[in-house]
């Protein structure tokens, strides 16, 4: 059983930063990648990035290539997004998840915990 809980958002002018943070709990196992997803409202849910524990393989959507910085601090179970030159698009409820897959899946069903979410509103 794996345990998340994200922290951190909140509202920002466009061009300003945010850093989520994402804290794990749990059988390591079950949190081989971390990724971040979000939701806006009327869209689906989409990944932004994600992170495999071991070796510290990233991927980014392309949406979001070069402002935002997925990492993590192993010592502390804890991953971090940190948003830079936010745009009104990137509002959205940001979620964190883990699965213990292999490999880091790009579609949500491929995790298997969630955390609550948090907001993120970036204004013009």
């Known amino acids: 059983q794996v345990r998340v809980v994200e922290s951190g958002g909140g509202s920002v002018q466009a061009g300003g930063s945010l850093r989520l943070s994402c804290a794990a709990s749990?059988?390591?196992?079950?949190?081989?990648?971390m990724g971040w997803f979000r939701q806006a409202p009327g869209k689906e849910r989409e990944v932004v990035a994600n992170?495999?524990?071991?070796?510290?393989?990233?991927y980014y959507a392309d949406s979001v290539k070069g402002r935002f910085t997925i990492s993590q601090d192993k010592a502390k179970n804890t991953v971090y997004l940190q948003m830079n030159s936010l745009k009104p698009e990137d509002t959205a409820m940001y979620y964190c998840?883990?699965?213990?897959?292999?490999?880091?899946?790009?579609?949500?069903?491929?995790?298997?915990?969630w955390g609550q979410g948090t907001q993120v509103t970036v204004s013009a």
């Open positions: 998840a883990s699965s213990g897959r292999s490999y880091c899946g790009l579609a949500d069903n491929e995790y298997n915990y």
């Open positions: 749990g059988s390591t196992l079950g949190r081989r990648c």
């Open positions: 992170i495999y524990r071991e070796g510290g393989s990233t």
